[in-house]
């Protein structure tokens, strides 16, 4: 099957799927992305996805040119085409195509909506069943974070050094303590059961799957206290694994090569991503 995706009205074949070399997405990294989870078919937690979606250009002033509506609709629709079964929908949002390369924002301009969707069996992924290893990395990413920016360089540059150290991700550090992964949250299990995780604030993306997370540890009697840690708690900790619409829950078994507890992913970490996959697939649309 041809891959299927969507550039501004228009369903057209993945490989042909083309915009602007003046559209702002490409010249100034000016947008916005989004990215849900598809499993069984059906979206999972799409409309905290989309939530954040409008959040995110609306903390800098970019206009949908599509009603949330549609664009659920058009999500659907690339399922649908593309035979999608597991994997992930992207969304991204730039300020558009103007006639030159000015900074400030273009007056008439219709904004860029592009989409497509990728295939990945995230619930029956190895590395869940053996965790993986986080290194650490400065956190050299503007004060913003809490936009999900398609301004990912350092994102990038953290993910290529977590790969070249053969790690499947890396945790940010700022004044010493993590801010989040690459493109995870970050949580540990503290030795008197407090599951940490850092609270919400323009040093952090508001995840999605770790604000479902922690609603679902809490409904559960789990404790939850929202905080920065540092590696050192990290690396006494009972557990740690992170979150995020690609990998749900993932064990973390080491950080800098270092092993945290036993070296195997814990009860709860694995507990809790059987919790989110039931959640998933019970509220899927």
Not at 223 to 247: C, G, N
């Amino acid at each position: 099957m041809t891959p299927i995706a969507y550039v501004n009205g228009d369903f057209v074949p993945l490989s042909e799927a083309k915009v602007s070399v003046l559209d702002r997405g490409f010249l100034f990294a000016d947008g916005i992305y989004e990215v849900s989870a598809v499993l069984d078919g059906k979206l999972v937690d799409n409309d905290s996805h989309l939530a954040r979606l409008e959040r995110s250009v609306g903390e800098i002033k970019l206009p949908l040119p599509e009603t949330i509506a549609r664009i659920k609709e058009i999500q659907r629709e690339l399922i649908t085409r593309n035979g999608l079964k597991d994997g992930l929908v992207y969304i991204q949002v730039t300020r558009g195509a103007d006639v030159g390369r000015d900074f400030a924002f273009p007056k008439g301009v219709k904004p860029t909506l592009m989409m497509f969707t990728s295939v990945k069996d995230i619930v029956n992924a190895a590395s869940a069943k053996t965790g993986i290893g986080v290194i650490t990395v400065p956190d050299i990413r503007w004060a913003r974070r809490d936009i999900k920016s398609v301004a990912l360089l350092a994102q990038v540059l953290a993910k290529q050094a977590a790969a070249e150290a053969g790690a499947g991700e890396a945790w940010m550090i700022e004044d010493g303590k993590v801010t989040e992964g690459g493109s995870s949250s970050a949580f540990i299990l503290t030795k008197d059961d407090v599951l940490v995780t850092r609270e919400n604030s323009s040093a952090i993306l508001p995840g999605c799957t770790r604000k479902a997370v922690v609603k679902l540890a809490e409904e559960r009697q789990l404790r939850v206290e929202e905080r920065a840690f540092t590696i050192e708690e990290a690396l006494k900790a009972k557990e740690a694994f992170i979150t995020s619409a690609s990998s749900f829950v993932q064990p973390v078994v080491k950080i800098d090569g270092k092993t945290v507890a036993d070296g195997k992913p814990g009860p709860t970490a694995q507990r809790l991503r059987e919790i989110y996959i039931d959640f998933a697939r019970s509220t899927g649309e």
